[in-house]
Nanobody, 127 residues
Framework: QVQLLESGGGLVQPGGSLRLSCAASGFTLDYYDIGWFRQAPGKEREGVSCIAGRDGSTYNADSVKGRFTISRDNAKNTVYLQMNSLKPEDTAVYYC????????????????????WGQGTQVTVSS
């Protein structure tokens, strides 16, 4: 049974940092792409950062390039999202998702193509 469990969200001041974790069970990261997505109230879910199961290559949305870093620890079957220089517009519920790895890399811009989802963790950036 595939399960994803996010943790690490919270309240942080602008310019601060948070690290989100996505603990996976029921599958191994080598065979699945993992993505971090976010959804703010009244907005569509959007892809933030993704990592390919096949080779560990990463993809980042333009809005977070240079600030967010996705990584994985295969031994712990966990994917991380390090978020630095946070802005109020980063406030959202953050979800991790998984899909079987395939040709062409993770579909980071197409949330509706992902098979499995965690329950989400709230990130609030406010002074």
């Amino acid at each position: 049974q595939v399960q994803l469990l996010e943790s690490g969200g919270g309240l942080v001041q602008p310019g601060g940092s948070l690290r989100l974790s996505c603990a996976a069970s029921g599958f191994t990261l080598d065979y699945y792409d993992i993505g971090w997505f976010r959804q703010a109230p009244g907005k569509e879910r959007e892809g933030v950062s993704c990592i390919a199961g096949r080779d560990g290559s990463t993809y980042n949305a333009d809005s977070v390039k240079g600030r967010f870093t996705i990584s994985r620890d295969n031994a712990k079957n966990t994917v991380y999202l390090q978020m630095n220089s946070l802005k109020p517009e980063d406030t959202a519920v953050y979800y991790c998702a998984a899909a079987p790895t395939g040709l062409g890399g993770p579909k980071c811009s197409s949330w509706y193509l992902w098979n499995y989802w965690g329950q989400g963790t709230q990130v609030t950036v406010s002074s």
